[in-house]
């Protein structure tokens, strides 16, 4: 049974110096309403376990400035931190996820400064969150807005969006991972093809290609991602962590290597007491239970 309070407001707060609903558990809501000023944050799902965070600039399309990404991260340090947030989603609004990076914010900026300053480093954070992450994506990923998309676990698609990374038309490239995590993800050919000319690839197309899991109408997308982040979310959130860990160490490690690495964490769920309860229940044919513990 959830939380009485949870289930009688919607735990939202919209960080644009308007007040609502606040999130309990670990946030300081004065603290971060104050603090946030381009995400709209909420808590989804019956048990209100699904962090949702939405870019919010509208008037720049969700383009990701450096403000901005210091807040997913923040956002990001505290969902980590909270033992009833199980599952994360990454979303825009319904017409835009993110058109790219700040042009303005980079425009006038040197080689020096990038380079001393580590330009973009910060944006990893994503990539690093040890919680399950879904991008739920309507509309426009592009450069930054492509790369941040695929710094998470899963992308559920509007069948409007479009990928893309045109920063070859700016006179650079991609930098926060779009040569790299996009090769690995659909193959050197259609990567080249994508970045060198700076085309755009429908949600189909991104489908086929592997990148995109699912493809939706616009207006069922976000709930779509609610049902897989709820599957989620229902499940031991330490196993469903090493799950993700070892997934991600595959793109690492050779295949031995990789093998290896499974096996210890396969073994490691049998000093768990969900891992007990997750057979116990299906030897007894009953849901179970889990606690993570």
Not at 28 to 44: A, G, M, T
Not at 180 to 194: A, D, N, P, S, W
Not at 216 to 241: C, G, R
Request: proline letters at 4%; hydrophobic letters at 40%; aromatic letters at 8%.
């Amino acid at each position: 049974m959830g939380n009485p309070f949870k289930s009688a407001f919607l735990r939202t707060f919209v960080v644009n110096n308007i007040w609502s609903p606040c999130a309990v558990s670990c946030f300081n809501h004065s603290s971060l309403s104050n603090d946030l000023k381009h995400l709209i944050v909420e808590f989804k799902g019956d048990k209100s376990n699904i962090g949702l965070i939405r870019l919010n600039r509208p008037k720049v399309l969700n383009a990701l400035c450096d403000d901005l990404m210091n807040e997913v991260n923040s956002v990001l340090d505290r969902f980590e931190k909270d033992p009833s947030v199980n599952c994360v989603i990454l979303t825009g609004s319904d017409k835009v996820f993110a058109a790219g990076a700040d042009i303005k914010e980079m425009k006038n900026l040197d080689f020096k400064q990038v380079y001393k300053g580590s330009f973009l480093s910060h944006w990893s954070r994503i990539a690093k969150f040890k919680k399950p992450i879904i991008a739920a994506v309507n509309g426009f990923a592009l450069g930054g807005g492509c790369e941040l998309a695929m710094m998470c676990d899963i992308i559920y698609a509007g069948s409007k969006a479009q990928f893309g990374q045109p920063e070859i038309i700016l006179g650079t490239i991609p930098g926060a991972g779009g040569t790299q995590r996009l090769t690995k993800t659909i193959g050197k050919y259609k990567t080249m093809e994508l970045v060198l000319s700076g085309r755009r690839m429908s949600a189909q197309d991104a489908e086929k290609a592997g990148l995109v899991c699912k493809v939706f109408p616009p207006e069922e997308l976000l709930n779509e991602a609610i049902k897989l982040a709820e599957t989620i979310a229902s499940l031991s959130p330490m196993v469903v962590q090493m799950a993700k860990e070892s997934i991600n160490a595959s793109l690492e490690l050779s295949l031995n290597e990789g093998l290896h690495f499974e096996k210890l964490l396969f073994h490691q769920t049998f000093a768990t007491e969900d891992r007990k309860e997750g057979m116990a229940a299906f030897v007894e044919k009953r849901p179970p239970k889990f606690t993570d513990q």
